[in-house]
């Protein structure tokens, strides 16, 4: 009798584990985001590993598997993996996407222009609902620019001045209103579960309220001081916490600055008396040396997909205090 009895609580523990959606997530970021509110439900499939490019990647034969047996895809959208859009047409065609540049409510910033952003207009940011009610939405940054489109076919998304910036999921406040529509996916897929999703989403937003509040604490005092960037990701993080780069070295990630550039940056550098330049994991080290001319720079490295961290229900948060604790390093006077 115990025997039966515990053969069909397992039976039960199975049907009731199959019922959960298959969701497969696109970056680690987001993979985080998506855990948040499955925990105690089940675990989200990452497409992308830490490490690799999000904007061209080569899925390997386990990762497509996860594609074609979703049954939801939590993704950023086309601005940062155009290339996902094929496979996820031909190997689930019947899952639900969740494309996070497309939901209501979030901040969007377009690309800067120039070495120096000379087209940004530092107001641009003000005016913006800043959710503190995660109800409210928030209006769209639209910047108008009118550089010219400059893509960068080897990265595989636009890089032309005024496009979207995708690297979204930097603003803690967009990722709170992206937790609440995670979880109204989820309940739609699996009601059973809703309110665990609903309850989830919650405590991983009041998690996010405290841990923006600490950044806002640890940074303030940082603002107005100069620095440069490897690449211009980290828009979203600037704008949110009112501390902005004066220039970017280089076009994208995977993109050497040419010595023409370099010298505009090293002419920025001069001018703004900056004082620290952020590097990444793929940086050449010798660009440091090139931008010194005489001066005296600081370094530390950032990373916008948290490459060297854990997937799993911490790394968003770890990822956002990595960024902070960067930024204290090498701007604290």
Not at 132 to 146: L, N
Request: contains cysteine; proline residues 6%; negative net charge.
């Amino acid at each position: 009798m115990r025997r039966l009895l515990c053969t069909t609580l397992l039976f039960s523990a199975g049907l009731a584990h199959a019922e959960v959606p298959r969701v497969a997530t696109d970056i680690a970021p987001i993979h985080s985001l998506v855990s948040m509110v499955m925990q105690g439900a089940g675990s989200p499939d990452l497409i992308i590993p830490p490490g690799a490019s999000p904007h061209s990647y080569a899925m390997r034969p386990s990762e497509a598997r996860a594609v074609a047996k979703a049954d939801l895809v939590v993704w950023v959208g086309p601005s940062l993996a155009p290339w996902l859009e094929e496979p996820m047409s031909s190997l689930a065609q019947g899952a639900e996407r969740l494309t996070l540049q497309d939901v209501e409510g979030i901040r969007l910033l377009t690309n800067r222009s120039g070495v120096a952003f000379e087209a940004h207009d530092h107001g641009d940011h003000e005016g913006h609902d800043d959710h503190d009610d995660h109800g409210d939405h928030a209006d769209h940054d639209d910047h108008d620019h009118d550089a010219h489109e400059e893509a960068d076919a080897h990265e595989g998304h636009n890089h032309a001045p005024g496009a979207l910036d995708p690297h979204i999921w930097l603003d803690p406040q967009n990722a709170m209103v992206w937790l609440d529509a995670i979880a109204a996916s989820l309940s739609a897929q699996d009601p059973e579960n809703a309110a665990l999703y609903v309850d989830n989403a919650a405590q991983a937003q009041a998690q996010l309220v405290d841990l923006q509040a600490d950044i806002q604490a640890e940074l303030t005092p940082l603002r107005g001081q100069k620095f440069v960037v490897f690449h211009d990701a980290y828009h979203y993080f600037e704008a949110r916490f009112d501390v902005e780069a004066s220039a970017a070295i280089s076009l994208s990630d995977g993109a050497a600055p040419s010595a023409a550039r370099l010298a505009e940056v090293r002419d920025v550098v001069k001018d703004t008396q900056a004082a620290c330049v952020f590097t990444e994991p793929q940086f050449n080290a010798g660009l440091v040396d090139a931008l010194q001319d005489g001066t005296a720079l600081k370094s530390a490295s950032l990373d916008p997909i948290g490459a060297a961290l854990e997937p799993g229900v911490d790394m968003y948060p770890a990822l956002l205090r990595d960024l902070a604790a960067a930024f204290t390093s090498c701007l604290a006077e």
